[in-house]
């Protein structure tokens, strides 16, 4: 069974970074199309970016492209979104998502394996 693990979360201010991490540890993360979603406080989950499994194309929700940017090491079973000049609006619990042979889709069901969440807080 595949278990995505994402760590990172935490507390930054505005306009500061945080880097967050989705180690997959099942045998077919180099066929696995990866994504982020995120929940805001009274929010419906909503796509923040995707990567297909050759890695090759990544898209981005308009709210964080040119501030988010997902990335994936297949030697470490490993997938990155890093973000920066963050906002209070950022404010979620971020999952990340995997779907084999997946072509980044932006719609949630498309996706079979989901981590637990990890919290990402921006205070103002």
């Known amino acids: 069974q595949v278990q995505l693990v994402e760590s990172g979360g935490g507390l930054v201010q505005a306009g500061g970074s945080l880097r967050l991490s989705c180690e997959d540890s099942g045998r077919t993360f180099s066929n696995n199309a990866m994504a982020w979603f995120r929940r805001g406080p009274g929010d419906e989950r909503e796509f923040v970016a995707a990567?297909?499994?050759?890695?090759?194309?990544?898209y981005y929700a308009d709210s964080v492209k040119g501030r988010f940017t997902l990335s994936r090491d297949n030697g470490k079973n490993t997938a990155y979104l890093q973000m920066n000049s963050l906002k209070p609006v950022d404010t979620a619990v971020y999952y990340c998502a995997s779907e084999l042979y997946g072509v980044g889709s932006e719609r949630s069901t498309d996706y079979d394996n989901w981590g637990q969440g990890t919290q990402v807080t921006v205070s103002s």
């Open positions: 990567i297909t499994y050759s890695g090759l194309n990544t």
